[in-house]
Nanobody
Framework: QVHLVESGGGLAQPGESLTLSCVAS????????TAWYRQAPGKQRELVAV???????NYSDSVKGRFTISRDNAKNTLYLQMNSLKPEDTAVYYC????????????WGQGTQVTVSS
């Protein structure tokens, strides 16, 4: 079992920055791919950014160039640096950890609200 706890959400004005953190209950980054998803009201949950266990990174087109995903293996922490925030970035952001193989697993955090508004 892996527990994920997000923090760092809040209210920001357009153009400002926020950093989200996700602390895992144990060291998983060398085994699991980890990602940030978001879900806006009335919309489906969408992938924002992913970093694989090998360190490969990918972003959705809507955040490319503005958001940066990173991790600190020693702290069991995943980050999402969000710059140049836009109102359309408003959503609940979720941390995710997944692995494939013979026994696939997927874990989610409880989510953290990000609101971008002037």
């Amino acid at each position: 079992q892996v527990h994920l706890v997000e923090s760092g959400g809040g209210l920001a004005q357009p153009g400002e920055s926020l950093t989200l953190s996700c602390v895992a209950s144990r060291n998983i980054f060398t085994i699991y791919s980890t990602a940030w998803y978001r879900q806006a009201p009335g919309k489906q949950r969408e992938l924002v950014a992913v970093i694989t266990n090998r360190g490969d990174v990918n972003y959705s087109d809507s955040v490319k160039g503005r958001f940066t995903i990173s991790r600190d293996n020693a702290k069991n922490t995943l980050y999402l640096q969000m710059n140049s925030l836009k109102p359309e970035d408003t959503a609940v952001y979720y941390c995710n950890a997944e692995r494939g193989g013979a026994i696939p697993r997927a874990y989610w955090g409880q989510g953290t609200q990000v609101t971008v508004s002037s």
